[in-house]
């Protein structure tokens, strides 16, 4: 089984920056599809964006021009560049391993279809106004 830590979450202001990392453990990173989601209060999980193991990518409309998805494989880690970030940006964001047959649209896939076991403990973003 696969470990995915998240890192790299914290308070900033509207407008700021943040990079979050997703550290995993095994050495089948590559061939894994690998997705960002996020999580606010009283709402429902939701996906981020996504990268295949080809670097394709999607993004949810929401953060499009803003976030940028990324992996290194040497390195076993998945990105996630968050720029001009807003206060509806606030959320608890999560990685995780999706089935690679839903890594292919033009959005990022659902909670619903990340592989059972494989979702990192989250890391807390805050942007106040």
């Known amino acids: 089984q696969v470990q995915l830590v998240e890192s790299g979450g914290g308070s900033v202001q509207a407008g700021g920056s943040l990079r979050l990392s997703c550290a995993a453990s095994g050495n089948t990173f590559s061939n894994y599809c690998m997705a960002w989601f996020r999580q606010a209060p009283w709402k429902e999980r939701e996906g981020v964006a996504a990268i295949n193991i080809n670097l394709s990518t999607s993004y949810a409309d929401s953060v499009k021009g803003r976030f940028t998805i990324s992996r290194e494989n040497a390195k076993n880690t998945l990105y996630l560049q968050m720029s001009s970030l807003k206060p509806e940006d606030t959320a608890r964001y999560f990685c995780?391993?999706?089935?690679?047959?839903?890594?292919?649209?033009?959005?990022?896939?659902?909670?619903?279809?990340?592989?059972?076991?494989?979702w990192g403990q989250g890391t807390q973003v805050s942007v106040s106004s």
């Open positions: 995780a391993r999706v089935w690679r047959q839903y890594c292919t649209g033009d959005y990022p896939p659902g909670p619903q279809r990340v592989v059972a076991g494989y």
